[in-house]
């Protein structure tokens, strides 16, 4: 994920940490820059979730395996 945000170049900071269950593993990103946050979310087509109270916005973003592999390639030169 941390390569995927640095390759959409946010302007601001950012911040990563991740909870792993049996079943999944869910990433937690917070964006200094609101518009950094909504260039991830349109890239990985997310949808608003406020599950949390307190929380200003929530969104969901599944990422499958082809994107990843897809993400963590090398540019090419």
Same mark, same amino acid.
């Given at each position: 994920?941390?390569?995927?945000?640095?390759?959409?170049?946010?302007?601001?900071?950012?911040?990563?940490?991740?909870e792993?269950?049996?079943?999944?593993?869910?990433?937690? +990103?917070?964006?200094?820059? =609101?518009?950094?946050?909504? %260039?991830?979310?349109d890239? @990985?087509?997310?949808?608003?979730?406020?599950?949390?109270?307190?929380?200003?916005?929530?969104?969901? +973003?599944?990422?499958?395996? =082809?994107?990843v592999?897809? %993400?963590?390639r090398?540019? @090419?030169?």
């Open positions: 994920m941390k390569l995927l945000i640095e390759r959409l170049q946010p302007e601001g900071d950012f911040a990563l940490s991740c792993q269950t049996s079943l999944e593993t869910t990433l937690f +990103c917070a964006f200094e820059q =609101a518009s950094d946050a909504s %260039v991830i979310i890239a @990985l087509c997310g949808h608003e979730d406020n599950r949390h109270q307190g929380w200003a916005s929530e969104f969901h +973003c599944s990422i499958d395996k =082809a994107t592999d897809a %993400v963590s090398k540019p @090419l030169p």
